[in-house]
Each structure stands twice: as structure tokens, then as C-alpha cells.
């Protein structure tokens, strides 16, 4: 009934646009009737699928306001899944919360359907144009799983976050590779050259081997911060627990220094108390790292809270673990 309900909606609008009824006779008339087409896809109904045929025309073409209405409504519905999708709402979740309105007919498959319209956005997005200029750019690594047709594994996903000049930051982009290895670091790096990335006052990352090699060869002569977050967790595994009494207060009163002066004094405190304790394997790391962790101290002080580790680009990674609770396993 819904179905032959909406069909003469259709018939008689179009009745109405040309002036005559079908079959019948008119000096006015300026178009005529060319048979039917089957909409491609059933209209979506609280009661179920609908098939519907509009009506083609010889001149132009004609599209009934009805499916119109029908249309924005598919189009709210899909920004409604498309929205709760991004926002970490898993399909399942989606196909329950749907069922809940009296929309059975909508499942899992379609509901992913929506959510695929993101991708085309977020290419887009990956390709965008970058400045030529950055004040800081924050790059680390998280791993999450990945389904492949290998089966499910560990995934490295490279990103890079950065703060314009202007003062936004900016999500630089994003993208998986099989590991933390030179060779997905240089094809990250180098894809962000390739968008027009030229040149960071300051790049702050750990202390990997590959990503040191593979940035200085895509952005050679430019300054590096080894986040001294990760370095107080590497400088703390060298010594014991019992050594950590002693030492810990030290790495932290360094790190926390507000001044440059007062880094000099903790550096200062800390390799004295080293030296004394006859600790010479961990008084030559910390000489050798020393020139790494100090870059920070010639940029203004306000911004030393920013700049000497990868903290802010934890805020990024707490959203993507957010969505791993959703997704335990992505697709590749």
C-alpha cells in the first residue's frame, strides 16, 4: 500500500508538471512521457524497503519532490552513523540503537557502508597542502592491530603533529607501517616534504634510531629535541631499584628546572652524585645524551613545557586508544 501510495504521488506530480494526464490530448504541451526507470536503490521505510520507478521524460528530466524529502532523510541518517562511527560508536552498537527505533532493516553492513563515505574525506585530508613553515613539530609512534591477509598484526601508526605559526596546532598526518624501521619513517617524512613542508624551528621526538637517521636526511641542519620524558625513563632503567632512591629525585629536580640557570645547577648535582657513587658507565651515557636533551633552552621559557617532550601529542593518542575500545581490530 505504501508502495502504490507513493508510485500515484509520483504519477500525479508529474501530471501536474506537464498539464495532462497520461494518454490524454493537449495543444499545450510542451514535453511528453518516456516510460519509467527503477530507482537504483529502495527507499528505506520504517516498515521496510520500497521500489519505486520514476517516470522519464523525452525533454529534460523530472525527479519527484517526494524522494526528495526521502533523500534528506537518508541524508541525515547518514550523517547520523557516519557521525557516531567517527566518534567511536562500534557497528554493533550502531545496529542495536537503530533496531531500538523500530529501523530492523538497517544492519552492520550498511551501517560500515555510511561510515566508508569518511574515506574519501580523509584522503583529502592526508593530501592536503602543508606550510612551507612550522614553529614545532612533535612526531612518535603507537602501535595497534590490524587485520591483514596475513591475519591480525601489530601495526605501527607514524604520526606528526605540529604548531603553525600562527599559533593552531595542526595534525600533520597520519600512517601505518609494519614497524618503527628508517625506512617507514623516511616514507612518512618525506611525504610530508612532498606536501610542502620545508622547514621546523624545532622537532621533538624519542630517541629512535630510524627516525633520527631518516629525519636528518629529509630535513637535514634543522634542530632536534630528545623528549627528556623518555630520556628520564631510559637514564632510570640503567641504575637498580635501590639506586633509585637516590637518583630519581635527582632526574626529576633536572627536569623540572624552571630556569636555565638551574638546569645547569641540577645537571651539576646530578653528575657530582653519578661520579661519587663510582657509577662511570652511567656518567658517560650521561654525557654523551647531555647535548641531545638541551635544545629546548634557547627557545623562550613559556614554551619549555611544550617542547622538551612528545606530552602533547599523548592527547592525539589517548583518542586513537579511545577508538581501539570500539574496534579492537581495524581493517586494513
Known amino acids: 500500500m505504501l508502495e502504490y501510495g507513493i508510485q500515484r504521488f509520483i504519477d500525479a506530480e508529474l501530471s501536474d508538471r506537464l498539464g495532462v494526464e497520461?494518454?490524454?490530448?493537449?495543444?499545450?504541451?510542451?514535453?511528453?512521457?518516456?516510460?519509467?526507470?527503477?530507482?537504483?536503490?529502495?527507499?528505506?521505510?520504517?516498515?521496510?524497503?520500497?521500489?519505486?520507478?520514476?517516470?522519464?521524460?523525452?525533454k529534460g528530466s523530472f525527479?519527484?519532490?517526494?524522494?526528495?524529502?526521502?533523500?534528506?532523510?537518508?541524508?541525515?541518517?547518514?550523517?547520523?552513523?557516519?557521525?557516531?562511527?567517527?566518534?567511536?560508536?562500534?557497528?554493533?552498537?550502531?545496529?542495536?540503537?537503530?533496531?531500538?527505533?523500530?529501523?530492523?532493516?538497517?544492519?552492520?553492513?550498511?551501517?560500515?557502508?555510511?561510515?566508508?563515505?569518511?574515506?574519501?574525506?580523509?584522503q583529502t585530508w592526508r593530501n592536503r597542502e602543508l606550510d612551507q613553515r612550522y614553529?614545532?613539530?612533535?612526531?612518535?609512534?603507537?602501535?595497534?592491530?590490524?587485520?591483514?591477509?596475513?591475519?591480525?598484526?601489530?601495526?605501527?601508526?607514524?604520526?606528526?603533529?605540529?604548531?603553525k605559526e600562527d599559533g593552531y596546532r595542526d595534525v600533520l598526518g597520519m600512517e601505518l607501517g609494519n614497524s618503527e624501521s628508517y625506512h617507514n619513517w623516511k616514507s612518512f617524512l618525506q611525504s610530508l616534504k612532498t606536501r610542502g613542508l620545508e622547514r621546523c624551528e624545532l622537532w621533538i621526538s624519542d630517541e629512535h634510531d630510524g627516525l633520527i637517521k631518516a629525519l636528518h636526511e629529509c630535513f637535514p641542519g634543522q634542530l632536534r629535541q630528545r623528549c627528556i620524558v623518555h630520556w628520564m625513563r631510559n637514564a632510570s632503567s640503567k641504575v637498580s631499584k635501590t639506586d633509585l632512591l637516590w637518583f630519581l629525585p635527582l632526574l626529576k629536580n633536572l627536569v623540572n628546572s624552571g630556569t636555565k640557570n638551574m638546569f645547569d645547577a641540577a645537571w651539576g648535582d646530578l653528575t657530582r652524585e653519578v661520579s661519587a657513587k663510582g657509577r662511570e658507565e652511567l656518567l658517560d651515557w650521561l654525557d654523551s645524551t647531555y647535548h641531545d636533551i638541551v635544545i629546548y633552552l634557547d627557545f623562550p621559557p613559556s614554551h619549555w613545557s611544550k617542547i622538551k617532550s612528545t606530552n602533547p601529542i599523548e592527547r592525539l593518542n589517548e583518542e586513537l586508544r579511545r577508538r581501539e575500545k570500539c574496534i579492537l581490530i581495524f581493517p586494513e
Open 22 to 58: 497520461p494518454y490524454e490530448r493537449s495543444k499545450d504541451r510542451d514535453n511528453y512521457r518516456n516510460g519509467y526507470r527503477q530507482r537504483k536503490q529502495p527507499l528505506s521505510t520504517a516498515i521496510g524497503p520500497v521500489s519505486v520507478k520514476i517516470p522519464k521524460l523525452r
Open 63 to 122: 525527479y519527484p519532490s517526494v524522494l526528495e524529502h526521502y533523500q534528506r532523510i537518508d541524508r541525515a541518517m547518514i550523517s547520523i552513523i557516519t557521525g557516531a562511527y567517527f566518534n567511536g560508536v562500534s557497528t554493533r552498537k550502531m545496529n542495536k540503537l537503530f533496531a531500538d527505533m523500530g529501523l530492523v532493516n538497517i544492519n552492520r553492513s550498511p551501517v560500515s557502508r555510511c561510515a566508508s563515505q569518511i574515506d574519501e574525506e580523509v
Open 135 to 163: 614553529a614545532y613539530v612533535w612526531i612518535d609512534a603507537i602501535y595497534t592491530k590490524v587485520r591483514t591477509e596475513r591475519g591480525v598484526v601489530s601495526t605501527a601508526v607514524l604520526i606528526a603533529i605540529a604548531l
